[in-house]
């Protein structure tokens, strides 16, 4: 079954409007989750590392006040678009791997593609 | 730093092989393969983690040159399920994975 549970799936929405996607991790408890951008035929870039209990690590060009990133929970990460614009469309992606063990794979949510009209 | 693949794409008709190489500039501790259809997740196929190691699944298959910072895809007797696009990623800070810009495979029958 899913180990990574990522919603809504997609979401079109006006400009100005912010918008909340989740990621669940259903199979053990994560005190990292990972969230991707991806536009069309391009590469899945890292924007953030999501830290259980602290603040998350953004990365380079990545803005931090725009891409509000919570993780409340061993089990549960937000990321919140602020005042999404039309260049921010593009498929957003979380992923979870056990902490500490770089020799697992990364098991991805389904992702969620954002349009902003 | 984003590791880099080759080929871009591949056409293919069902039955050839294709090889997708991933390098890297700096010292690689793991490689890990993922294979995405469009509009969906990457779907993980393998990791590579010690210099020489080869790992195989089916008919596609792994080789990880760590001397030469470079993993190889092999795709043996291609079938149309093979079609996608597979991204190699290497390991950022922590467990984060740093992917390339994918290699694009099209199987035809």
């Known amino acids: 079954g899913a180990v990574v549970s990522q919603h809504p799936s997609w979401v079109i929405c006006k400009s100005g409007t912010s918008v909340k996607i989740e990621c669940r991790s259903l199979?053990?408890?994560?005190?990292?989750m990972f969230w991707y951008r991806q536009f069309p035929k391009q590469s899945l870039m890292l924007m953030a590392t999501s830290n259980e209990g602290s603040k998350a690590t953004y990365e380079q060009g990545v803005e931090k006040d725009k891409f509000l990133i919570n993780h409340a929970s061993l089990t549960l990460s937000t990321l919140t678009v602020t005042s999404a614009h039309p260049e921010d469309s593009s498929f957003y992606i979380c992923s979870v791997g056990k902490q500490g063990y770089s020799n697992q794979p990364q098991h991805f949510g389904d992702g969620t593609r954002l349009s902003i009209l | 730093q984003q590791p880099v693949q080759s080929p871009q794409a591949v056409i293919l008709r069902e039955g050839e092989d294709a090889v997708i190489n991933c390098s890297s500039s700096?010292?690689?501790?793991?490689v890990h393969w993922y294979r995405q259809k469009h509009g969906e997740a990457p779907i993980f196929l393998m990791i590579l983690l010690k210099g020489g190691e080869q790992k195989g699944h089916d008919k596609i298959s792994a080789s990880f040159n760590e001397k030469k910072q470079q993993s190889s895809l092999y795709l043996t007797a291609s079938q149309l399920s093979y079609s996608g696009t597979y991204f190699c990623g290497t390991e950022g800070q922590g467990t984060a994975l740093i992917f390339g810009k994918g290699t694009t495979l099209s199987v035809s029958s």
């Open positions: 199979d053990f408890q994560a005190t990292t």
């Open positions: 700096k010292a690689l501790y793991s």
